[in-house]
């Protein structure tokens, strides 16, 4: 230490981190952390491409979902199963990957680590908001781009749609990121958060219309679905994707976007309300 | 001592006053993991805690670090109260726990470089790997370095932005003996550089090298402090004569050995087998404190004697 030592103390009492700059560098952190992770990378930024083609294979490449008696007005499955794939994004992305990274961290000492320097908590989580957007935009383009030019998908081309289809994914990934951030308390392992972790993902993408009619549901299970944002992410998306007529085959005979945006919402701040309070920073014991 | 002089000379960097921390046990009922604990750190001071496992070390060192919150007594880490301390606070401490693995997939000086940006005025990250002898492994993957470079890199983490207080949790588990050295050498250079240092160590030799003052605990109590010289106070430190005759196996506790020598060997005249002077080591000390301790009964060293008490050591003259 030098003899102007005094005056850096005296400066070092009142020194703030900048929390932004902190939380950018900490987002290029985390993404070149993920991109590193080849398993993670693969498994989540490709899982819904691989069941987009899944799907394709499986039930040909025929216009025959929704045809008339005639033949006449059908899509074919790709098409078909294009909004859901993209719903089913929000939940890995936002909830499964983003959960399973967290607590893990929580329990390697990534979080303890983190919590003994001056970084703030928002530039932690800032890192993670940037990691997590960097996924579902990856996502997002990569699928839009599959079913486009593997499988001949016919997209929208009106700003309006993009826009409805950019805002609803954010919003569900928003939503789904603050729930997983409050889940993360609840799991007593590493081990038993990333098991954790897939199990909401595994019910609700077979109950939510992602891999097949959502109508065709008995009303109970509906009903528990609804309360749930993927089944409502699920549905308006189809609103943007599917051609007229196909919203009689949902719930009521029409799709219901105003609904899906208040759920939406409702998830994203109670999970952030619940996410203040259950994540602790530093680790406490 | 060498103070900086942004610290107040002979100002205290740490004061604990009847700290407690109870943990709550499987089997029901509390465990006081620390219990009233007192202990002053004076700025620019290098204090080592001693004691055995469980005795309360890193809970204490934690609860000094902001990372427990203590459940009684008052606890002062540069004038401030360390729980959920604002970030200000910790850009003036280094903390290097007990046990991390984190970042495993971050390569060395990716590591080093993002925490370092975390604090005001950093170290160079290129000087700190090489100050704890980590050159050459810049670009490996954490996952992928040995035990003692892992922990190497540990205390490299903690001292990246230039702390005033640094905190070492066992931090040379796993050193080979030349890095040891090493990390000597290292700590005594920031601690002649004004950094106040609080260690806990397993290792008695590498605690009389280093600390300016020891303290062991057991229990969750502070049961001894002083110098690595002094603790413990005389009365442990009485030097032991032991030899061999026709009789059989003597020893014996004296503050004149050489008479007690020049006695038992008629001036030096006369050889006897095994004889030896010891003088108790750090380590034999520090037993005793726990062994007081853990067993009301007396302590070994004095036990094995014939004749001796802890309590009432013969001083002079011959009694075999
Ligand atoms: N999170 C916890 N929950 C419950 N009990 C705990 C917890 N942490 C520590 N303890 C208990 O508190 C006591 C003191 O633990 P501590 O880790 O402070 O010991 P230590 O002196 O650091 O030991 P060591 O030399 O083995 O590191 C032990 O009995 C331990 O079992
Ligand atoms: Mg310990």
Known sequence: ????????????????????????HRAALEIKLFNRDVLSLVLVLFFPILMLSLFGTVFGDEASIG?????????????????????????????????????????NGTVKRLAGTPLPAASYFLGKTGQTLYLI??????????????????????????????????????????????????????????????????LLSFTSGVYFPFSQL?????????????RWTASALRSVFLPGGFEAAEPGGEYNVPVTFLVLGLWAVAGAVLARLAFKWPPQK | MNLPSGQRPGGDAITVRNLVK????????????????????????????????????STTIEILEGHRRPDGGEVRVLGTNPWKA????????????????????????????????????????????????????EAARISTLSGGQRRRLDVALGIIGRPEVLFLDEPTTGFDPA???????????????GTT?????????????????????????????????????????????????????????????AALVSEISGGGSRELPELSVIRPSLEDVYLQLIGSVEEAGPPPAEAAGPGATAAEPSREGVRS
């Open chain 1, 137 to 202: 935009c990856a996502q997002t383009v990569l699928l839009l781009l599959a079913a486009r030019f593997l499988f001949n998908v016919p997209l929208p081309s009106d700003a309006g749609a993009w826009l409805l289809v950019g805002t609803l994914m954010l919003l569900s990934t928003a939503a789904w990121a603050t729930t997983a951030i409050a889940f993360t308390a609840l799991p007593k392992s590493a081990q038993s958060a990333s098991t954790l972790a897939v199990l909401p993902v595994l």
């Open chain 2, 86 to 137: 604002p970030p200000a606070f910790r850009a003036r401490i280094g903390i290097v726990l007990q046990e991390a693995s984190d970042a495993g997939e971050l390569r060395v000086h990716e590591a080093l470089g993002s925490l370092a940006r975390c604090f005001p005025e950093p170290r160079p990250v290129a000087e700190v790997i090489a100050a704890v002898g980590l050159g050459g492994k």
């Open chain 1, 1 to 24: 230490m030098t003899a102007s030592s005094a005056t850096k103390t005296q400066a070092a009492r009142h020194w703030r981190p900048s929390a932004l700059g902190l939380g950018l």
């Open chain 2, 179 to 193: 890095a040891r050295r090493q990390f000597w050498d290292l700590i005594r250079t920031l601690g002649s550089g």
């Open chain 2, 22 to 57: 109870n943990y709550r046990q499987p089997a029901g009922g509390t465990l006081a993991a620390v219990d009233r604990l007192q202990l002053t750190i004076r700025a620019g001071e290098t204090y080592a805690l001693l004691g055995p496992n469980g005795a309360g070390k």
């Open chain 2, 197 to 257: 240092i609080v260690l806990t160590t397993h290792y008695l030799d590498e605690a009389e090298q280093l600390a300016d003052r020891i303290g062991v605990i057991n229990h969750g109590r502070l049961i001894a402090e002083g110098a690595p010289d002094q603790i413990g106070g005389s009365a442990l430190r009485i030097p032991r004569v032991r030899w061999r005759d026709s009789s059989g196996f003597h020893e014996q506790i004296t503050e004149h050995p």
């Open chain 1, 218 to 230: 008995p009303a109970w299970l509906q009903s528990i679905t609804n309360i749930f944002p993927l």
């Open chain 1, 67 to 107: 045809a008339g008696p005639d033949g006449a007005g059908g899509i074919t499955p790709a098409h078909y199963y294009l909004p859901g794939m993209l719903a089913l994004s929000t939940i890995l992305s936002g909830f499964q990957n983003l959960s399973t990274y967290v607590a893990t961290e929580r329990f």
